[in-house]
Structures are given as structure tokens and as C-alpha cells.
């Protein structure tokens, strides 16, 4: 079966300013590379359209996504917070974006791709119930795992999120659930935004456990990212033995990117990716669902999520085993 792919134009009408970071160039620099590297032609294109009201609700409040379409509406500057930056066009971009993830999940489930790679934004994971934070307004990742369990009726459902910034958005929305294993790596709080994911945060109530947070301190590098996976993830993942996994993939942990104080290298999301990759072959029958989150080195964005679709595309080749 084929690697998938959602992508629309669509996505750069979402306008934040020239000097926001999460900017429309993000996705053009992605979209151009994999161009360039005869990639886009190798992967299946995924149809979509938006997202009803009645999926976002899945994860957000009927407030609050009217909310997000009345500030659109009325021309506002931005949502909750500067950081959320918004135009006129935002809230059509957003729901479109749950939908081209919603899309590539049900693909996933009816057997039609292995795997796939969204190129959505705006970014998902730090969107909460009620609000918007860090540049997020819907949480893409987060309804397409309610979609899951919902629809088609998985009881276990794997969250990896690899954005240099904790995903709190996520986390809470999980947090006591059991059948949803939320593992993040990411900055230490006291030293990046948001301010969550200390170690200690490990799920609440029937969701005690399912919450896995491995934050690092800056300066980390592919060798603990490589010995935290190994150590800590990989031993969680065959407890809890998934039937899909979600990436919140974010590539801001680079040691070029801006906004942040980690020294990855694209070497270090690969590793990442083709663990991951065979985590999905392992428990998951191959389903892995990747959705670009957050990174902000256009050379780096680009490069790295070239070699992500190249990890994909090796994964569903017919001729793929399981480990030993």
C-alpha cells in the first residue's frame, strides 16, 4: 500500500505577519523540496475536505470554536494570545487542516494507504479544550485520535510528540484516559514554553500511566534523544501495545532552529521516524499517521521532512519485515 499525503494551497492563506514564525513559507519550503526531490510524485495524494463543527467538538467546546470563527469574522489581529496570530481566512484553514488529518486517518483504517504525512497547518498540539495557545487553534492530532476511538472503535491509540515544545494541548485532552498513550519529548518547562510536561505529569485518575513526559535539558543531543527512545518509549509502547500511532512531529529541537535550546540534527529525527516506524510495523499493522507541528528554520523544516516522506515511503514498500 502506498504513503499518503495531505497537502493543500489552501493551507498558506492562513496569513500571520512577516515576522511571525509560523508562517506560510514554512509549508511552501516543504512542499517545494519534496518537489524538487521527485517525492511528491512517489506519494498517494489524500482527498479532503473540512472538518464539521460536530468533529472539532470531539476535543474543543462549541464556545470556543464559534469563538475562533467570530475573531476571524470581525478581522481581529489574533486569538487569546499574540502568539495566535489570525486573519479573515484562519478559521476555514484550520477546520481544513482537522480534515485533511481526519482524512488520512480514515485512509489509514480502510487499508487504502500504510502510512501517511500531513502538511497542515496551523500547527495542533498546544490547543486546549477552551483556547488557543503557541500558534495552535484546532488540535489536529488530538481529534483524529477521538476519531479513532469513536469511528472505528480502537481502544489503543499511540500519541508521539516530538515538537521541541511540550504539547499540552494534547495532554490534557488524554490525561485520564487509558486508551490513548500520550509520550512527549521536548525542552525542560523551565526552560521552554509552555511551561508543562515535567516528569512527573503522568496522567490522571483511569488515565494514571498512559502519559509518558521526557523533557531535556538544552543542549541534548541525538544520543539522548536515541537512549530516552530506547529506554524509556520503547518498553511503554510494548506494554501498552497500539493499534495506531499519531506524530505530532515537530523538528523546532534542531540545533539550527531559533526558538529553542536543543542541538538535534535531521540524523536525530530520522532515528525518530524509523523507530517509530517500526514500532507501527510491530503492534500497529503499519498504521502511522505523521502531522507536521512546529519548526522554524526553513532549510532545516524542509530537509528534515524530505527524509521523514523517504522513511515512509521505505516503510510501505511491500517487501518491509518486522524486527526480530
Not at 263 to 273: H, M, Q, R
Not at 293 to 317: F, P
Amino acid at each position: 500500500m502506498p504513503t499518503g499525503l495531505a497537502y493543500s494551497p489552501e493551507f498558506l492563506k492562513h496569513r500571520t505577519g512577516p515576522d511571525h514564525p509560523e508562517r506560510p513559507q514554512r509549508l511552501q519550503a516543504i512542499y517545494d523540496r519534496l518537489a524538487r526531490a521527485g517525492l511528491l510524485d512517489r506519494m498517494q495524494p489524500i482527498d479532503f475536505s473540512s472538518a464539521d463543527i460536530s468533529q472539532i467538538e470531539r476535543v474543543h467546546t462549541r464556545q470556543y470554536i464559534e469563538r475562533v470563527a467570530q475573531y476571524c469574522r470581525n478581522g481581529a489581529p489574533f486569538i487569546d494570545s499574540p502568539d495566535s496570530e489570525i486573519c479573515p481566512e484562519s478559521y476555514e484553514v484550520a477546520r481544513l487542516a482537522v480534515g485533511a488529518v481526519l482524512a488520512a486517518a480514515d485512509a489509514l483504517m480502510d487499508g487504502s494507504l500504510t502510512n501517511a504525512l500531513c502538511l497542515v497547518r496551523p500547527p495542533g498540539h498546544h490547543a486546549e479544550a477552551d483556547s488557543s495557545m503557541g500558534f495552535c487553534l484546532f488540535n489536529n492530532v488530538a481529534i483524529a485520535a477521538r476519531r479513532l476511538q469513536q469511528l472505528h472503535s480502537l481502544q489503543r491509540i499511540l500519541i508521539i510528540d516530538w515538537d521541541v515544545h511540550h504539547g499540552n494541548g494534547t495532554q490534557h485532552t488524554f490525561e485520564s484516559d487509558p486508551g490513548v498513550f500520550y509520550a512527549s519529548f521536548h525542552q525542560s518547562p523551565s526552560s521552554c514554553y509552555p511551561g508543562t510536561g515535567w516528569a512527573s505529569e503522568k496522567g490522571a485518575g483511569p488515565g494514571l500511566g498512559a502519559t509518558l513526559n521526557i523533557p531535556f535539558e538544552p543542549g541534548a543531543t541525538d544520543a539522548d534523544y536515541r537512549a530516552s527512545f530506547t529506554d524509556l518509549l520503547v518498553p511503554a509502547v510494548e506494554a501498552f501495545d497500539p493499534e495506531f500511532i499519531l506524530v505530532s512531529s515537530g523538528f523546532d529541537a534542531h540545533a539550527d532552529d531559533p526558538w529553542a535550546g536543543l542541538c538535534l540534527t535531521v540524523d536525530g529525527f530520522n532515528f525518530l521516524l524509523q523507530q517509530t516506524s517500526l514500532l507501527a510495523h510491530t503492534f500497529a499493522d503499519d498504521r502511522l499517521l505523521v502531522v507536521i507541528e512546529g519548526g522554524y528554520n526553513l532549510d532545516v523544516l524542509a530537509e528534515a521532512v524530505a527524509s521523514q516522506a523517504r522513511i515512509l515511503l521505505q516503510a510501505s514498500r511491500p517487501t518491509a519485515q518486522k524486527p526480530p
